[in-house]
């Protein structure tokens, strides 16, 4: 998908140019040439628009272990987050987040678009962070946030859930 300068027409430039004007964060234009110009936190980037396939929604049973889009799952472990065995609802699923997921926090409850956007996570990597939830809801948001009210304080049994990025050599972060 190679483009020229003349592949870029009035419309092109009008695009990003009120992109630039706008401001808003995760806007963006599809450019000719495989390009895209976007505006994330601030900045107009324009770089190769990438074709992204996702995995789609997978099990995770206690005792196992799942890659998912460059992340490593594993329930049932020794190490990972702690939540209260009774309080979770089994199968467990990983998959990318949908319209009205919502993560418990200490204060409450938080949509998790808007916790993606007030942690500025680059709208292009949103979908790609594993949400890992149960019958009951999310209870993880990759490494990045955990349901609150259902971890494990202590009493009962703990099911550890752990998360963990994939990095170029096949190792984990």
């Not at 601030?42 to 272990?65: A, V």
């Not at 790609?128 to 009962?156: A, F, M, T, W």
């Amino acid at each position: 998908a190679g483009g020229s300068r003349r592949d870029i027409k009035r419309i092109h430039s009008d695009a990003v140019s009120a992109l630039a004007e706008n401001g808003r964060v995760s806007s963006y234009a599809d450019l000719p040439g495989g390009f895209r110009a976007g505006i994330s936190y601030g900045l107009l980037r324009i770089s190769r628009r990438e074709e992204e396939t996702l995995d789609g929604e997978i099990k995770l049973y206690p005792g196992r272990t799942v890659t998912w889009n460059g992340w490593r799952i594993s329930a049932g472990t020794e190490a990972g987050t702690a939540f209260c065995s009774d309080a979770v609802s089994f199968p467990l699923t990983v998959r990318s987040r949908q319209p009205g997921d919502v993560i418990q926090l200490g204060f409450g409850r938080k949509n998790i678009k808007k916790y993606m956007i007030d942690k500025k996570i680059p709208a292009k990597t949103r979908d790609s962070i594993p949400i890992i939830c149960d019958n009951k809801g999310v209870l993880l948001l990759g490494d990045l946030e955990k349901d609150r009210d259902r971890r494990y304080k202590g009493q009962g049994v703990p099911l550890n859930i752990e998360c963990r990025r994939i990095t170029s050599d096949g190792n984990d972060e």
